[in-house]
């Protein structure tokens, strides 16, 4: 099965619409809707972790589980990396991206979620 047609399951497994998916430069990306939607779908259980804390710098550990597999990988926010000053919570919505997106192997497939960086917003 090539890029196109995993991709493409994976959207109708999820019940992913085109709201939840677009193109940017040359990726392309999830939004916080659509990894939500896979997280459910597939059955992801994810655990957080803080692991630092500070007035301008967090950063949250995730661990996902998935049909028997783990995963840990971490999402953090500063300053120099988000717009928004409520840091945790970016931590933890970047932290939910990656699980999910490791697990389901998107990355493999050049997917990315709309939460892991300020420049994959939607133009």
Same mark, same amino acid.
């Given at each position: 099965?090539?890029?196109?047609?995993?991709? %493409?399951?994976?959207? =109708?497994?999820? !019940? =992913? #619409?085109?709201?939840? *998916?677009? &193109?940017?430069?040359?990726?392309? @990306? @999830?939004?916080? /809707?659509? $990894?939500?939607? @896979?997280?459910?779908? &597939? !059955?992801?259980?994810? /655990?957080?972790?803080?692991?630092?804390?500070?007035?301008d710098?967090?950063?949250? %550990?995730?661990?996902?589980?998935? #049909? !028997?597999? @783990? $995963?840990?990988?971490?999402?953090?926010?500063? &300053? #120099?990396?988000?717009?928004?000053?409520?840091?945790?919570?970016?931590?933890?919505?970047?932290?939910?991206?990656? *699980?999910?997106? &490791?697990? /389901?192997? =998107?990355?493999?497939? !050049?997917?990315?979620?709309?939460?892991e960086?300020? #420049?994959?917003? %939607?133009?």
């Amino acid at each position: 099965m090539n890029k196109t047609e995993q991709l %493409k399951s994976l959207y =109708l497994e999820c !019940g =992913l #619409d085109k709201e939840d *998916v677009y &193109k940017h430069q040359h990726y392309i @990306i @999830i939004t916080r /809707t659509g $990894i939500e939607k @896979i997280q459910y779908a &597939k !059955g992801i259980k994810v /655990t957080f972790e803080p692991t630092i804390m500070e007035r301008d710098f967090c950063v949250v %550990k995730a661990i996902g589980q998935m #049909d !028997g597999e @783990i $995963i840990e990988t971490f999402g953090s926010a500063s &300053k #120099d990396t988000s717009h928004n000053k409520y840091y945790p919570e970016m931590a933890e919505k970047r932290a939910l991206s990656r *699980v999910v997106l &490791k697990l /389901t192997k =998107l990355y493999a497939l !050049g997917v990315f979620g709309q939460d892991e960086a300020d #420049d994959f917003k %939607k133009a």
